[in-house]
């Protein structure tokens, strides 16, 4: 198994550029979720998905969209970069739960001028 | 909402000695887990209490849970030069405000020299 992989590593946009985050899970997890994490504040859960189909937002949104039609992939998108969603995005999925053990993909480092 | 606060925020320690991390929340709770994060890498997930639980064993690390203090410790045993990492805590409460996602803390900065 591949685990959660996610794509690009690195990636630095223009303020006002959109892009989008891939994240992949071969676990056959319902639970997926992104989070940012920032110089000393920790992760910050953004969305998550608690199955194809079904999605909510965590504790910040603004800025960004998810969907997920396949138990598979949970993209990530930008609509319009600002300066203050630079930071590292983290994928994770879950069997069932959040609340149950999370495997993390390796993270997108996001650098927006 | 920050729930968990790890204590302290950084730890240097020698090769051999034992590493202690404490972690403080708000709010009752379903589990409490450890996770690691090497440099510029991905969480990876160490050990999972659950609240009715008041210690765990995983290999060189032994975890703690008091829910009547909202505390619990990870203490990492005969440590190595590869323990040097990010360690956070994270808390779930299935029926309260965050819907049952985990809420991270900060994170204790471990430093083991060889």
């Known amino acids: 198994n591949a685990g959660v992989t996610q794509t690009p590593k690195f990636q630095v946009l223009k303020t006002g550029q959109s892009m989008t985050l891939q994240c992949a899970q071969d676990m056959n997890h319902e639970y997926m979720s992104w989070y940012r994490q920032d110089p000393g504040m920790g992760l910050r859960l953004i969305h998550y998905s608690v199955g194809a189909g079904i999605t909510d937002q965590g504790e910040v949104p603004n800025g960004y969209n998810v969907s997920r039609s396949t138990t598979e992939d949970f993209p990530l998108r930008l609509l319009s970069a600002a300066p203050s969603q630079t930071s590292v995005y983290f994928c994770?999925?879950?069997?069932?739960?959040?609340?149950?053990?999370?495997?993390f993909g390796p993270g997108t480092r996001l650098t927006v001028t | 909402s920050q729930q968990g606060e790890e204590d302290p925020q950084a730890l240097s320690i020698q090769e051999g000695e034992n590493a202690t991390m404490n972690c403080s929340y708000k709010?009752?709770?379903?589990?409490l887990q450890w996770y690691r994060q090497n440099s510029g890498r991905g969480l990876v997930h160490l050990i999972l209490i659950r609240s009715n639980e008041r210690e765990k064993h995983s290999g060189r690390l032994r975890v703690t849970l008091d829910t009547s203090k909202k505390s619990s410790s990870l203490l990492i045993t005969a440590s190595r030069a590869a323990d040097t990492a990010s360690y956070f805590c994270?808390?779930?409460?299935?029926?309260?405000?965050?819907?049952?996602?985990?809420?991270f803390g900060k994170g204790t900065k471990l430093s083991v020299k060889p």
């Open positions: 709010t009752s709770i379903n589990n």
């Open positions: 994270a808390t779930a409460d299935y029926y309260g405000g965050s819907q049952g996602n985990l809420i």
């Open positions: 994770a999925s879950s069997y069932v739960r959040s609340g149950e053990m999370q495997y």
